[in-house]
């Protein structure tokens, strides 16, 4: 028997889309047709009200990658519309894939809970924005999906308890993640995945993984150690200007992580009887016995 749940897996387009709608309506075409992945993800962003003034009219840590002259003309410049995200949402269901989004501020919040997608991603960044969490577990029915990237154990279980409090944490899929773009092998910490699945895996919906590093192989891993969801970074093309593409896979890495998982997924089982069919042949060939 199987004891693997089949794996979900996310293609994060995020903000890879570079502020090009024809762009991240390619990028939801791929994703579906081409990498067969279950679903795609937006952010959602009000610069103004997420970031300070100062930090609104910094210039980007890393000029090369910004698209305006500070950090919140870059961020704007980024932005789609809530008409555009409606628009991307018909889109994906067109093309049979899920649209999710995450929000990084309550305005986002309310007006992508509005849209009623089927979940909506808490980034690490705002895991501790209660106001926020309070808005979508009485507001909002669907799944939320929360990182516990830069997180200590603590905050994890105050996060844990308000759901619980809330009475929405079988609503409630958490990751475990390093926020880093990219993230070292010796950085990822994957043993992490079965800590959360012993502590809270029968309070929560699932335990996932959200990577943020290079190849493939780490993802497999984390499969075996019980993480069922899964999200990526997902690009057309990784040399492109901008932070996340580095650490972003693209069209046939995406493809091939769908694949493996999955395949994977069907190799995690116990023999369905002491000799297979596949061995019968065989062991009527090759198997000698000493009588």
């Given at each position: 028997?199987?004891?693997?749940?089949?794996?979900?897996?996310?293609?994060?387009?995020?903000?890879?889309?570079?502020?090009?709608?024809?762009?991240?309506?390619?990028?939801?075409?791929?994703?579906?047709?081409?990498?067969?992945?279950?679903?795609?993800?937006?952010?959602?962003?009000?610069?103004?009200?997420?970031?300070?003034?100062?930090?609104?009219?910094?210039?980007?840590?890393?000029?090369?990658?910004?698209?305006?002259?500070?950090?919140?003309?870059?961020?704007?410049?980024?932005?789609?519309?809530?008409?555009?995200?409606?628009?991307?949402?018909?889109?994906c269901n067109e093309h049979n894939i899920i649209y999710s989004t995450s929000v990084w501020d309550l305005t986002s919040a309310k007006e992508i809970a509005a849209l009623n997608p089927e979940h909506i991603k808490i980034p690490s960044a705002c895991n501790l924005n209660f106001e926020l969490l309070s808005y979508?577990?009485?507001?909002?029915?669907?799944?939320?999906?929360?990182?516990?990237?830069?997180?200590?154990?603590?905050?994890?279980?105050?996060?844990?308890?308000?759901?619980?409090?809330?009475?929405?944490?079988?609503?409630?899929?958490?990751?475990?993640?390093?926020?880093?773009?990219?993230?070292?092998?010796?950085?990822?910490?994957?043993?992490?995945?079965?800590?959360?699945?012993?502590?809270?895996?029968?309070?929560?919906?699932?335990?996932?993984?959200?990577?943020?590093?290079?190849?493939?192989?780490?993802?497999?891993?984390?499969?075996?150690?019980?993480?069922?969801?899964?999200?990526?970074?997902?690009?057309?093309?990784?040399?492109?200007?901008?932070?996340?593409?580095?650490?972003?896979?693209?069209?046939?890495?995406?493809?091939?992580?769908?694949?493996?998982?999955?395949?994977?997924?069907?190799?995690?089982?116990?023999?369905?009887?002491?000799?297979?069919?596949?061995?019968?042949?065989?062991?009527?060939?090759?198997?000698?016995?000493?009588?």
């Amino acid at each position: 028997m199987n004891m693997q749940k089949k794996p979900f897996i996310i293609a994060e387009i995020g903000c890879n889309h570079k502020g090009e709608f024809e762009i991240a309506e390619e990028l939801i075409k791929v994703a579906a047709h081409y990498c067969k992945a279950d679903a795609v993800k937006f952010q959602k962003r009000h610069s103004k009200e997420l970031l300070t003034e100062e930090e609104y009219h910094a210039v980007h840590p890393n000029p090369s990658n910004s698209y305006g002259t500070t950090y919140g003309e870059h961020r704007e410049f980024l932005e789609f519309s809530v008409d555009q995200h409606h628009r991307l949402l018909e889109i994906c269901n067109e093309h049979n894939i899920i649209y999710s989004t995450s929000v990084w501020d309550l305005t986002s919040a309310k007006e992508i809970a509005a849209l009623n997608p089927e979940h909506i991603k808490i980034p690490s960044a705002c895991n501790l924005n209660f106001e926020l969490l309070s808005y979508l577990t009485r507001n909002y029915g669907g799944e939320i999906h929360l990182s516990f990237g830069m997180t200590s154990p603590k905050e994890e279980q105050q996060i844990i308890e308000f759901f619980q409090d809330e009475k929405r944490n079988q609503d409630l899929v958490i990751y475990s993640c390093v926020s880093g773009y990219p993230v070292a092998f010796e950085d990822l910490s994957l043993l992490d995945i079965r800590r959360l699945i012993e502590q809270y895996g029968d309070k929560v919906k699932a335990v996932g993984f959200s990577g943020h590093h290079l190849g493939i192989a780490a993802d497999i891993a984390a499969l075996t150690l019980g993480a069922t969801y899964f999200e990526r970074h997902f690009t057309l093309d990784r040399t492109w200007k901008g932070t996340d593409h580095a650490a972003s896979l693209e069209p046939g890495g995406m493809a091939k992580l769908v694949r493996d998982l999955r395949n994977v997924t069907k190799a995690l089982t116990y023999k369905r009887e002491d000799i297979l069919d596949v061995e019968k042949v065989q062991r009527k060939k090759l198997k000698r016995e000493n009588k």
